[in-house]
């Protein structure tokens, strides 16, 4: 069974940055798309960023130029770089994995507040 494992959330103050790591228990080789969505408090959950298997990269218009997705293969973990974090920014953060099926991670809370 395929598990993803979220870190890197945390506190963080307006105008900083945080990586948020997702790592698989398998090769992300077999993923057609690997992306991050996130869901603020009484919010649906959003996309954020997908990376596709040919390394294509798609990004929410809210965080367009901040954010940056990326993988490491030899890893086995997808990434997201968080720069210029705002307080909208706030939410629990998950990972997605899709090949024939979806998965998701269990999710890390991002803070951003002064």
């Not at 408090?41 to 990376?51: C, F, N, S, W, Y």
């Not at 965080?63 to 706030?90: C, E, H």
């Amino acid at each position: 069974q395929v598990q993803l494992v979220e870190s890197g959330g945390g506190l963080v103050q307006p105008g900083g940055s945080l990586r948020l790591s997702c790592a698989a228990s398998t090769s992300i080789l077999m993923f057609g798309v690997m992306g991050w969505y996130r869901q603020a408090p009484g919010k649906q959950r959003e996309l954020v960023a997908t990376i596709t298997s040919g390394g294509r990269t798609n990004y929410a218009d809210s965080v367009q130029g901040r954010f940056t997705i990326s993988t490491d293969t030899a890893k086995n973990t997808v990434y997201l770089q968080m720069n210029s974090l705002k307080p909208d920014d706030t939410a629990v953060y998950y990972c997605n994995a899709k090949s024939f099926l979806n998965y998701w991670g269990q999710g890390t809370q991002v803070t951003v507040s002064s």
